[in-house]
């Protein structure tokens, strides 16, 4: 964050926590989508597939799984492996958050791990600091405890575009994603076995986005799932 931003934000600061708390009483809350969180799908070499995060993952914004990220996923990756698919994901959650259900969940080997976290760990106000200490941990988890030797961490969205977030608020929350991404992006380039996947513009249409103006919709998701199916097969190609 530069001198000018700090500045900017400490100037806004009552106006930003009066926004957020109108955004949280007045965006409706749009339940998790209907559907099995577990599953196996498709034929050939077996793949064992994590989705961990929060809403996005969770697939908020869409009607069942099926049209959610998870449910995407699997279908994308069924004409190449044989998909044995966890969806671990709950509206809400922080870095932490997952940190700690993975620590309560019981140990299993996965060889891929897409992971959705970040907007919340925004809205909560997480320094930066606390938020690539706590990513590198949750990294290391999913390596140590799960066997992940594929490790994908989606990308925070663009909340600048977030049709919900009014002025200024949706200008900083999307600054600080922009602060959390780099840093996201710097912590998959220096361990391997991990990478990172932005959530782009030209991903996340704002037209297409779920009503509530926050989660992504179905054809984000599609999207989203077809690029994160992408590197999933490249890297099992590489690796064997």
């Known amino acids: 964050m530069t001198l000018r931003h700090a500045l900017a934000t400490a100037a806004l600061a009552p106006l930003l926590l009066a926004q957020g708390r109108r955004v949280r009483r007045t965006v409706p809350e749009l339940p998790e989508p209907t559907g099995a969180r577990c599953g196996v799908l498709g034929s050939g070499p077996p793949l064992r597939l994590l989705i961990a995060g929060d809403s996005a993952a969770a697939g908020v914004g869409a009607r069942t799984q099926d049209e959610a990220l998870a449910g995407r996923l699997a279908v994308a990756l069924a004409p190449t492996f044989r998909v044995q698919w966890t969806l671990l994901a709950f509206t809400g959650a922080t870095t932490a958050d997952m940190l700690k259900r993975l620590q309560q969940t019981p140990a299993e080997t996965f060889d891929v791990v897409v992971t959705s976290l970040g907007v919340n760990d925004v809205t909560g106000r997480r320094s930066l600091a606390e938020w690539r200490r706590q990513q590198g941990e949750l990294i290391e988890l999913l390596a140590g405890r799960f066997g992940a030797r594929h490790v994908l961490l989606s990308g925070l969205p663009p909340m600048h575009r977030f049709p919900a977030l009014p002025q200024p608020l949706r200008w900083y929350v999307g600054s600080r994603a922009r602060d959390f991404n780099r840093i996201l992006a710097d912590l998959a380039g220096k361990r391997a076995g991990c990478e990172f996947l932005a959530l ?18 179905p054809t984000i998701y599609a999207l989203w799932a077809r690029e994160a199916a992408r590197r999933i097969t490249q890297e099992q190609e590489r690796s064997t």
């Open 200 to 217: 782009g513009h030209e991903m996340m249409d704002v037209s297409a986005m779920a009503s509530d103006g926050f989660h992504p919709g």
